[in-house]
């Protein structure tokens, strides 16, 4: 497959993996191989970060891992880009951030709505040079991306999602998931034992998820909406993953932590058992203990 009808077919980093397993003869295999390797990688680290490693992966697991990352290839490894991104604002490393955000629109787009961010630790600085210094790059930044990224596909995103009212059937669940951690953030954000750089960009990402919920309501296409709320599943990872440290209504570590551990096996269990293409996945086959 030439490098050139690969780039023009799809969204250029995906175009490029794509055209690397065609050339080493691997196929969708390596594709799907490259794609996870990614999105794995950075979801580790991501994990690792925060209080409870194995809680943050076993929140993760239900729906980033088993919904997102085996269904939604190119969109996954823009996620998993995300949290490598969000990472690197948790250092007030903006220029990071950025590039990796960059980075994840090469697979999916939609990434750029991600770029807002910024705006949660800048809005502290605004009064200094510093502060608006850094608005006036991210703007530019956001321009730069838009431009050379997005400009061309918004007419084929408003024919797709918005004209076509595309509907997507567990948009409302997925948007609880991330509603229902942002309203247990917002209420308690000043209990997490978090830096304030941290309490400024979740408080974002959660009224962002409020703003989600309200748009699933009035928006013509679910689906439009449902894509972008996929970005805001980090926010499910982070906030569980520091609620035994709070003790809500003084419950204890274990009980907070058994909880959470259950919701993720109670999610993952109704998604197999009732979701419409819950049949793709089962029984899912893997090519390391494919014998037949």
Known sequence: MPIGFALLSTEPGYAIINWISSRLDWGVFGVNLICGGIISAALVRY??????????????????????????????????????????????????????????????????????????????????????????FLAGTCYGLYTAILSGSVQSYEQIYLEAKYQSQGALIRIVLCLLPALVFLWNRCEFPITPQQRAIYTLMSWLAVAAGIALAVSPSSTAVDRVALYLIPLQIFVGSYLPLIRLQGFSTVFWCQLLVFLSLAVLSVWLFFAANASAWLPYRNLLFEFT
């Open 47 to 136: 994990c690792r970060k925060r209080p409870y490693p194995w809680l943050a992966l076993i929140l993760a697991f239900p729906y980033l891992v088993v919904v997102v990352a085996m269904g939604y290839t190119r969109q996954s490894v823009a996620i998993g880009l995300e949290l490598l991104a969000l990472l690197a604002l948790e250092q007030d490393q903006q220029i990071q951030f950025m590039a990796w955000i960059g980075l994840a629109s090469t697979f999916h787009a939609s990434a750029l709505t991600i770029l807002m961010l910024p705006l949660a630790s800048i809005r502290r600085n605004l009064g200094r040079m510093t502060g608006l210094l850094n608005l006036l």
